[in-house]
Nanobody, 116 residues
């Protein structure tokens, strides 16, 4: 089992910045991916950014150029710049062993709010 512990998030004004961090512990696979999804109440959870253990990254189109995902061993960080109200939501850290199939382990989520 893999456990994910998130920190960061909070409230920022539009145009501001916030940081998220997530550390994985437990039975972490040699090949794996970690990243972030977000969810707005009443909507499905959507992919934001991901990074593999080889530091290959992927971003959702709306965050490209504004968000940066980075990784140091089993900790993944998301730097969110130039926030806008559409970035508001609960951000969940995810993990999967291997590079296929999508994340199957989740953190508890942390709130990010960008006020207009």
């Amino acid at each position: 089992q893999v456990q994910l512990l998130e920190s960061g998030g909070g409230l920022a004004q539009a145009g501001g910045s916030l940081n998220l961090s997530c550390t994985a512990s437990g039975s972490i696979g040699r090949l794996n991916a970690m990243g972030w999804y977000r969810q707005v109440q009443g909507k499905q959870r959507e992919f934001v950014a991901g990074v593999t253990n080889l530091r290959v990254t992927k971003y959702e189109d709306s965050v490209k150029g504004r968000f940066t995902i980075s990784r140091d061993k089993d900790t993944v960080r998301l730097r969110m710049n130039n926030l806008n109200p559409e970035d508001t939501g609960v951000y969940y850290c995810g993990y999967c062993a291997g590079y296929r199939g999508g994340f199957d382990r989740w953190g508890k989520g942390t709130q990010v709010t960008a006020s207009s």
